[in-house]
């Protein structure tokens, strides 16, 4: 399988094949069984599928987290190879990307970009949405997909496509599990085994969140979330939130007109785990 370097081979590589609908995965490389359920999609849906492997250096917030981010492209490949020979690897170097200055533009995508993640980590979506515009406009794809785990991120993408004005079909995918609950993510490798163990809780939890929607306002539900990871020595609670799904504001009192998801992110050491649930209408 090759693996292209550069925008340039890999547009020749797209030429040569002509095909009438092209499908995008952008990854950051450590493949587990969530992108390929992603890849998997993207080769039902389209002629050819392109899969980049890139660790963007613009949305991390934490340089230790981008020095010890995975990287196993050899592996990725071979993993690739298993689902299709029509599937083409872009891996760029950074100036490939961006060019000699390797930096984040500024996007106004409006209020989901302040809440939860965007609160947390500042300047990350303009990370994100600054490489994914340009892998979009190295790729030129028809469809691009994405997974449901990181749905604030899902949310940028959509809102990115109507500023930029792409016509691009972008397409969520559901959370893939390990067999213990915990939502698969490239991060997984880098947890003990009990520590492994241990996060199993965050799903755990918010599965007890669904069973006690109907049954229980916001306020009291955020308080049992806290006090769940309070009595854990090994995971730490770094928020919880529900909110509205069409909006992403946090909800304070429900509505039954609305829909609603709950949001969770954990520190397990130095490794920082996110999932997401949908809860229903209020």
Not at 87 to 105: Q, T
Not at 123 to 152: C, I, R, W
Not at 253 to 260: A, D, E, L, V
Request: hydrophobic share 40%; aromatic share 8%; glycine share 6%.
């Amino acid at each position: 399988m090759n693996i292209y370097k550069t925008q340039v081979e890999l547009k020749e590589a797209i030429t040569l094949q002509s095909p009438s609908k092209l499908g995008f995965v952008p990854t950051m490389g450590a493949l587990h069984d969530g992108h390929l359920s992603l890849v998997e999609k993207a080769i039902e849906e389209n002629e050819l599928c392109v899969v980049s492997i890139f660790v963007n250096p613009t949305q991390f917030d934490n340089l230790n987290d981008l020095k010890k981010y995975p990287r196993t492209i050899k592996k990725d490949a071979d993993l690739l190879k298993t689902l299709s020979d029509q599937i083409l690897i872009y891996a760029p170097n950074a100036e490939d990307l961006y060019g000699a200055k390797i930096k984040s533009s500024t996007f106004k995508f409006g209020p989901i970009a302040k809440e939860m993640e965007g609160a947390y980590r500042l300047g990350h979506f303009d990370g994100v949405g600054t490489v994914v515009s340009l892998l979009f406009d190295a790729v030129q794809p028809t469809a691009a997909y994405f997974g449901e785990k990181d749905f604030q991120q899902l949310q940028i993408i959509k809102k990115l496509v109507e500023i930029k004005e792409y016509n691009i079909r972008i397409v969520g995918c559901d959370i893939i599990r390990e067999t213990n609950g915990l939502a698969r993510s490239s991060r997984n490798t880098r947890l003990s085994k009990v520590q492994f163990d241990e996060a199993a809780l965050l799903y755990k939890t918010l599965q007890e969140v669904k069973q006690k929607w109907q049954s229980s306002s916001i306020l009291d539900l955020n308080g049992f979330v806290k006090n769940t990871f309070e009595k854990h020595h090994l995971l730490d609670l770094e928020y919880f939130v529900i909110a509205n799904e069409a909006t992403l504001k946090t909800a304070i009192r429900k509505r039954n007109t609305n829909t609603y998801r709950a949001f969770i992110v954990v520190t397990a050491g130095e490794v920082r785990l996110i999932d997401t649930l949908s809860l229903g209408k209020g």
